[in-house]
């Protein structure tokens, strides 16, 4: 009896916070703050182990969130914070069905425990890959970034006469000299393009090298999307059943994580080609007729 009540008397009062990152990479290793709270006002609380695994997972597989947390120690009204490391190998969504608390104070001589915290899911992005590779055979995924014709860039465009009105500050004064006559410099006119990125979700043999190589396009265009938002330029994403318009620094990637995240094969093409502009980037599986204008890059050769 003194053991029962010791022991409930340990675990009321206990509550658990988990701070993880705000993004999460399949096959990075992430490092998760995990707090055990003590309300207790006056009791303190000894020799307590804290455990949390994942929905549909065992103890071995893929996804655990953390081993047992051991606190010796919590005073009243006291929280400890431990670090938490953790590898997630596949990217999706893992629920976690909250906490458990358990102790063998005072005796040892039985184990309780109660449930404590609240359910909730960690969403695993795909994995980041490097893109040097990719760019070297690829090289129109960077993009272009100026047209061939007159504006204020800084790329030569043309030499022409004087006319009146024009700016003395492009003048071309070594041409102007071997001709005797003032020549005015013209240039290319920049443009910051917005690249559109397509997936085609379908795939004709969804087998063991088919799922991989699917993964891989998912991984190549989250790489992809954090190029563009570390150069400042503003993307888009279009995959039939998914769109998102004007992607830009610090503004809605996560919408397109999530759905990297979730997003399946599928047994049928799904994309309308009214929504792909000219000089997308197109990844689709072998066999998919490519759409007029985008560059197709078929992902079961990368």
Request: charged share 25%.
């Amino acid at each position: 009896i003194v053991s029962g009540v010791i022991s409930n008397l340990v675990l009321y009062g206990l509550d658990v916070k988990l701070d993880s990152p705000d993004a999460i990479h399949a096959g990075q290793t992430t490092v998760s703050l995990l707090t055990l709270v003590n309300t207790k006002k006056h009791f303190p609380s000894f020799s307590v182990t804290l455990r949390g695994t994942l929905d549909g997972r065992d103890k071995d597989g893929p996804g655990l969130i953390f081993e047992d947390q051991d606190f010796p120690y919590l005073q009243p009204r006291e929280q400890t914070t431990v670090r938490v490391e953790n590898e997630f190998r596949q990217r999706g969504v893992y629920p976690y069905r909250g906490f458990e608390v358990r102790t063998k104070f005072p005796f040892g001589f039985v184990i309780r425990g109660r449930n404590v915290g609240e359910a909730g899911t960690i969403t695993v992005y795909p994995r980041i890959r490097e893109l040097k590779g990719l760019l070297h055979q690829f090289p129109y995924l960077m993009g272009d970034e100026s047209r061939n014709r007159k504006g204020l860039g800084a790329g030569l465009y043309n030499i022409r006469d004087y006319q009146p009105g024009d700016d003395a500050r492009f003048v071309h004064w070594k041409s102007s000299a071997k001709l005797s006559r003032l020549m005015m410099k013209e240039f290319v006119e920049e443009q910051e393009d917005s690249p559109q990125l397509v997936l085609s979700t379908f795939l004709e043999e969804p087998d063991e090298y088919g799922l991989n190589q699917f993964e891989k396009a998912l991984s190549c265009i989250t790489s992809l999307a954090y190029m563009y938002l570390e150069s400042g330029r503003t993307f888009s994403f279009y995959a039939g059943d998914f769109e998102s318009k004007g992607i830009g620094r610090g503004t809605r990637l996560k919408p397109l994580l999530d759905y990297l995240a979730l997003v399946q094969p599928s047994d049928e093409v799904s994309l309308d080609r009214a929504k792909v502009v000219d000089g997308a980037v197109l990844f689709a599986a072998g066999g998919v007729p490519t759409l007029p204008g985008a560059l197709c890059i078929d992902y079961l050769k990368l």
